[in-house]
């Protein structure tokens, strides 16, 4: 059994989203630990939607992450905005970040984010995507591709495409027979 005493507490975010305390503690008088502990305030909804468009290539998006300071290939996720529908949430994002419209959405599935995290993120799948023109807000650095169904599952395996949550996204849709 070790022994610990807490040396410091101090709470780094506070906010109307997270709660994040950063706790010190002295194991055996010898070296000092630091935990972070964080929390959601309430329950957040986000949605993540694997897009088609209409001759079959799957879209998706190269963007900035700040919490792994790294860009990654995943679908749009955002935060869920509760002056909308869910369905109308996941077509905002892809028109804002991909430039693309779509009419025909099913809902996947719904699951926990993580396990010390209460996001429920909501999936869906948009059918038969066009493309539009749209100028991306000047502090948005997206990318956006497109290529067909065996390359997109060739970059699930060779790990360009890694987010855990696109891949569940698109394992849903495939699981329906929507791909």
């Known amino acids: 059994m070790s022994h610990k005493i807490k040396i410091s ?6 906010n109307w989203h997270r709660k994040v ?6 194991v055996w008088n010898w ?6 502990i ?9 949605t993540m939607t ?5 001759d079959k290539k799957v879209i ?3 963007e900035y992450r700040e919490w792994i300071e790294n860009f990654i290939h995943s679908f749009s996720m955002w935060v869920y905005e509760s002056d909308l529908s869910f369905e109308e ?3 905002k994002e892809l028109n804002e970040e991909t430039w693309y419209v779509g009419e025909d959405i099913i809902y996947l599935w719904e699951s926990i984010v993580a396990n010390y995290d209460d996001t429920i993120m909501k999936y869906f799948f948009i059918d038969n995507c066009e493309f539009i023109w749209q100028s991306l807000e000047a502090w948005e650095d997206i990318k956006v591709f497109t290529c067909n169904i065996e390359e997109f599952e060739e970059k699930i395996k060779s790990w360009l495409i890694s987010c855990p949550m696109t891949i569940t996204c698109y394992t849903l849709a495939k699981m329906r027979w929507y791909v």
């Open 9 to 14: 507490e101090k709470v780094i975010v506070d």
């Open 21 to 26: 305390i950063s706790k010190d503690f002295d």
């Open 31 to 36: 070296k000092v630990y630091n935990y972070l």
């Open 38 to 46: 964080t929390w959601h305030c309430k329950t957040i909804y986000a």
């Open 50 to 54: 694997f897009w088609l468009t209409k």
């Open 60 to 62: 998706y998006i190269k």
């Open 89 to 91: 949430n996941a077509r």
